[in-house]
């Protein structure tokens, strides 16, 4: 069994406040960022509540004056599809807008809290992924969006919050599963500026975030075994992470650190800049195209994969700005929850501004139980599952849990040594009585019991011999497994990843700043070529399109160091379509050459069997 | 055990072969292109009469000799590229597949706008660019490792 020595424990009699205090994380942010873990009561006060009905009305519910905790959990009896949501920051006008614009820059200045970009997410992504943030950003002109003025506002309402009292509150929840202690820790913040601040997937009015520890008992203490954050497109096993996992997680003082995303605030256990990758909206038989063409490119063409509607968004976790907790200057103030918290279990809403953006990117998200579309989250009922922790026993019982198993498969095996040959002594016996009916036609019917007696015992006798068999394999495995967990040799501790968050090296350019320069102007130098074959050369202009996107693809290629690459895609995808033209145009004779080619074939073949 | 090594690793896939024919047949192409023009305009039967250059424009004649040069560097171009293809060299494999590409690109302008194109060079392209493709052809020129991932 795996030593607890090692590792920071707590009293199992310890109350819930203090274990969430023994090993609260340590959060770091990214500089630039501007909104923290912050109190949920006092920005319910700052909001009004909206209802949005299935007709597309909005009908306001309690004004922001009239605001409280209590009032948001009044309950209001709503038709189906009626969606309540906050309102952190109410419709700007044009002037308000420029003011908070210009607002948020004067104050940025003045906090010295400006982002350092680096290498832009244009720059790492290809001419094509390009194309597709273009147009992504124009899909965000027909969805609903949270605009560039409510984010500035939002950072100004913060800030003038956080001056009046600065704190830095979580949501702590401890729960009692499966013999593990599980600690949540929740993280509430005003905005989700990913998008305006960091030129991320989204912005959002209010935001959660949640890191959860596995805790085991062992005489009498608790020891933490697993810490899993919540971050994009990453669920079950590859959430979570060893204690003892020190390339994996880093430790202040017993205390897990967070590497919080710039404006996003997904968690991740590494410093760094993390590549998310958004895949652009198509429709279904696009969708259905390209998964076609994808199948034909890498299996029938056996070529690399690579897909143009990925855009590649950036998760910047650097880990450089504030620090709060362990350590760090700044500190956490505590709020214990549970399903017996009014605010937490009766407001079934957004936390923010319903934005009816269809893909729900922009639309705020509900609370620490609820779902956006009100159901339960399964993080908060069941948090062992969140991490795929359901199948595995705290350490202490694993030991147990697998001295029993073996035991059970020991004692089958000694009833299956006894029951096998009881049972191959029977099936001889029914064998010669069958043998004995033989010749007898009288005696048919008998036999044909006998038969299908036969049939049945030997059928049980082959099912015992396997599963015998099956049992030896297993206790072999089980009890190797038994031995490596009592000599307390430790698993390789990444065994249980299957897609792990890796942050992206820094690309190597050829021209680093040369291509972060054409990587920002490419596309609309590629629009003005196009307005100036539209009016100098209008007869020439697809063959002039067709060339010059080429002219692009092959520049950029050359820029970032992928011409190779980039030219064998090109010419792979200029040959199907050649072959499409040649088709079209000797069809007759590729026919006929077929044809002739299959008569040889047939020919050849049944020449052959005449000849020998 | 050593030899029987070397003699597989340089073992060539059959598509460089058929590259090597079909660049061969290009080659020839190619002749028969620069010759063309030459005979068409009788340039050699007036090759000390007639004048390539006449108020500083090429006349019929000097188009025929450009046209007829062009074809001949091109062919030329082939043989060097077939000799470092033979010898397996990696520039050959992204000078080929950088040149039919380009190929391609003034066939099919010529087939969707302008004039009707040179079908033997189309196939001949189509039939390279498809052979460049195969994984093992790319793994014998270092452009592909061995476990299929790309290197580039």
Redesign the interface.
């Known amino acids: 069994m795996k030593t607890s020595s090692d590792r920071p424990s707590i009293s199992s009699k310890s109350t819930d406040l203090d274990l969430l205090r023994r090993f609260e994380p340590l959060v770091k942010y990214t500089k630039g960022e501007q909104f923290f873990p912050f109190d949920v009561e006092r920005y319910v006060t700052e909001c009004s509540l909206w209802a949005h009905y299935p007709d597309g009305r909005e009908e306001l519910l309690v004004r922001q004056e009239e605001m409280t905790i209590e009032n948001l959990v009044t309950q209001r009896p709503a038709t189906f599809g009626t969606i309540h949501f906050l309102r952190f920051i109410e419709t700007l006008s044009l002037s308000e807008s420029a003011q908070a614009l210009a607002e948020q820059s004067r104050l940025r200045r003045k906090l010295h809290n400006q982002f350092n970009v680096g290498m832009g997410r244009l720059a790492r992504g290809g001419f094509l992924p390009r194309v597709a943030d273009a147009l992504f950003s124009l899909s965000l002109l027909m969805r609903g969006k949270v605009s560039p003025a409510t984010a500035a506002a939002a950072e100004l309402a913060y800030e003038k919050m956080h001056q009046e009292n600065e704190k830095y509150t979580y949501y702590g929840r401890v729960v009692h599963q499966n013999g593990w202690t599980v600690l949540q820790y929740w993280y509430f913040f005003c905005y989700n500026s990913w998008r305006s601040g960091f030129h991320g997937v989204n912005d959002h009015e209010s935001d959660w975030e949640m890191v959860t520890l596995y805790l085991y008992e062992n005489e009498g203490y608790l020891f933490p075994e697993w810490a899993a954050f919540a971050s994009h497109d990453f669920h079950g096993d590859d959430l979570r992470r060893r204690w003892d996992d020190r390339e994996q997680l880093d430790l202040v003082n017993g205390h897990p650190v967070v590497y919080a995303g710039a404006g996003s605030h997904a968690s991740y256990f590494r410093q760094g800049e993390y590549q998310a990758e958004v895949f652009l909206p198509q429709p279904g038989w696009l969708g259905g195209l390209s998964r076609a063409w994808n199948k034909f490119w890498t299996q029938t063409l056996a070529q690399p994969e690579s897909n143009p509607f990925r855009i590649p968004f950036v998760d910047f976790a650097r880990g450089d700005g504030l620090g709060i907790g362990e350590g760090e200057s700044k500190i956490w103030s505590p709020v214990l929850i549970d399903e017996e918290t009014p605010w937490a279990s009766l407001y079934h809403g957004l936390w923010g501004l319903f934005a009816r953006d269809p893909v729900s990117g922009e639309n705020a998200p509900a609370g620490p139980i609820y779902n956006r579309d009100g159901s339960p989250r399964s993080s908060w009922y069941d948090p062992l599952g969140f991490a795929g922790l359901d199948k595995t026993p705290p350490p202490p019982l694993a030991l147990k849990l697998l001295e029993e198993n073996c035991n059970e498969i020991r004692s089958r095996q000694d009833e299956l040594i006894t029951l096998i040959p009881q049972k191959a002594n029977e099936l001889q016996v029914l064998g010669m009585k069958l043998k004995g009916l033989e010749d007898h036609p009288h005696l048919a019917k008998i036999y044909a019991l006998l038969q299908k007696r036969i049939n049945t015992v030997g059928e049980e006798l082959r099912n015992l011999r396997r599963e015998r068999m099956e049992n030896g394999a297993l206790l072999q495995g089980m009890t190797q497994r038994l031995e490596q967990v009592r000599s307390g040799v430790a698993d390789n501790p990444h065994a249980h990843i299957q897609k792990m968050a890796v942050p992206v090296e820094a690309v190597e350019m050829r021209y680093a700043r040369a291509a972060e320069t054409w990587a920002a102007i490419s596309l609309s130098l590629l629009v003005f070529a196009i307005a100036g074959l539209v009016f100098f050369a209008p007869a020439y202009i697809w063959a002039g399109m067709a060339v010059i996107l080429i002219l692009f693809v092959v520049a950029e290629s050359i820029m970032r160091g992928a011409f190779i690459q980039t030219i064998s895609r090109v010419t792979l995808i200029l040959a199907l379509l050649t072959s499409v033209v040649l088709l079209i145009e000797f069809w007759k004779f590729i026919l006929v050459a077929l044809l002739i080619i299959l008569g040889i074939f047939l020919m050849a073949q049944r020449l052959r069997e005449l000849t020998h | 055990m050593g030899k029987k090594k070397n003699k597989m690793r340089e073992k060539r896939p059959i598509a460089v072969t058929v590259i090597a024919i079909v660049i061969v047949v290009l080659f020839f192409v190619r002749i028969y292109q620069s010759i063309k023009p030459l005979v068409e305009e009788a340039v050699l039967r007036n090759i000390y009469t007639a004048s390539i250059f006449m108020d500083g424009v090429l006349t019929p004649h000097g188009q025929a000799v450009l046209k007829s040069l062009l074809y001949l560097i091109l062919a030329i171009g082939l043989i060097i590229v077939l000799l470092g293809f033979l010898k397996m060299r990696r520039w050959s494999w992204?000078f080929l597949?950088?040149w039919?590409?380009f190929s391609?690109?003034v066939?099919?302008?010529d087939?969707?706008?302008?004039s009707e194109p040179n079908?033997v060079i189309?196939?001949s392209?189509?039939i390279i660019?498809?052979a460049?493709?195969?994984?093992d052809v790319?793994r014998i020129f270092g452009?592909r490792s061995d476990t299929?991932?790309?290197i580039?």
């Open positions: 992204v597949m950088a039919v590409g391609m690109v066939g099919l302008e087939y969707f706008f302008f079908y189309m196939v392209d189509v660019a498809f460049l493709s195969q994984s790319q452009i299929g991932e790309n580039l």
